[in-house]
């Protein structure tokens, strides 16, 4: 079975902090993707990236970049954040054109 | 680009019924879907897809209709039982380069009621 694990199930942060939300997965998947839940909007994608050093915005990239030096990691970080960016934050894998395998997620809290 | 959409923001069903979940879509140029559900504290787990070589797909108590020229699929749960309670998501390519990028619905919260 695929794994996706993301680091930390709850975080508290504080405005200005810079913030790094980490997901690794198990099974070599090129693809990797990071969402937010929020009620009513579903998931949105933030960033997302095809291979090693590679990544493409989202729709909701403002205020995130991502970096992924591994091939089975993908680190979202917020720069300096903001309460509007409290939220439920979700890492995903996939391989080719399959379904994505979700993480089960972090839950930001930004005070 | 793509648009999903899910208009019923929840559904009530007794249980034993039918459950059944609506989804729209706009662009037809990659017509494979994808339905997941996602209990609270959890992410969402991947449960049934469907292409456009088909006009249904069966897994257990779980199919997927796919009707093209309406841009419409649904998902039916049949008997449903209480541990179907969660949310449900349709996602579908977003038509744009890499169809490995998927764009999701609102999501249904479905109630079972025992």
């Known amino acids: 079975d695929v794994k996706v694990t993301q680091s930390s199930r709850y975080l508290v942060k504080r405005t200005g902090e810079k913030v790094f939300l980490e997901c690794v997965q198990d099974?070599?998947?090129?693809?990797m993707f990071w969402y937010r839940q929020d009620p009513g909007l579903g998931l949105r994608l933030i960033y997302f990236s095809y291979d090693v050093k590679m990544k493409e915005k989202g729709d909701i990239p403002e205020g995130y970049s991502v970096s992924r030096e591994k091939k089975e990691r993908f680190s979202l970080i917020l720069e300096s954040a903001s309460t509007n960016q409290t939220s439920m934050y979700l890492c995903?894998?996939?391989?080719?054109?399959?379904?994505?395998?979700f993480g089960d997620g972090t839950r930001l809290s930004i005070l | 680009d793509q648009q999903v959409k899910q208009n019923s923001p929840s559904l009530s069903v007794q249980e034993g019924r039918i459950s059944i979940l609506n989804c729209d879509y706009t662009?037809?140029?990659?017509?494979?879907f994808l339905w997941y559900k996602k209990y609270p504290a959890e992410g969402p787990t991947f449960l049934i897809s469907?292409?456009?070589?088909?006009d249904k797909n069966e897994d257990g108590r779980f199919t997927v209709f796919l009707n093209k020229s309406a841009k419409h699929l649904s998902l039916h749960i049949v008997p449903s039982q209480p541990g179907d309670s969660a949310v449900y998501f349709c996602a579908a390519p977003r038509g744009t380069s890499g169809t490995y990028k998927y764009i999701f619905g609102t999501g249904t919260r479905l109630k079972v009621l025992a």
């Open positions: 469907i292409s456009s070589i088909k």
């Open positions: 995903a894998s996939s391989l080719g054109l399959g379904p994505q395998h």
């Open positions: 662009n037809s140029m990659f017509d494979y």
């Open positions: 099974m070599d998947h090129e693809n």
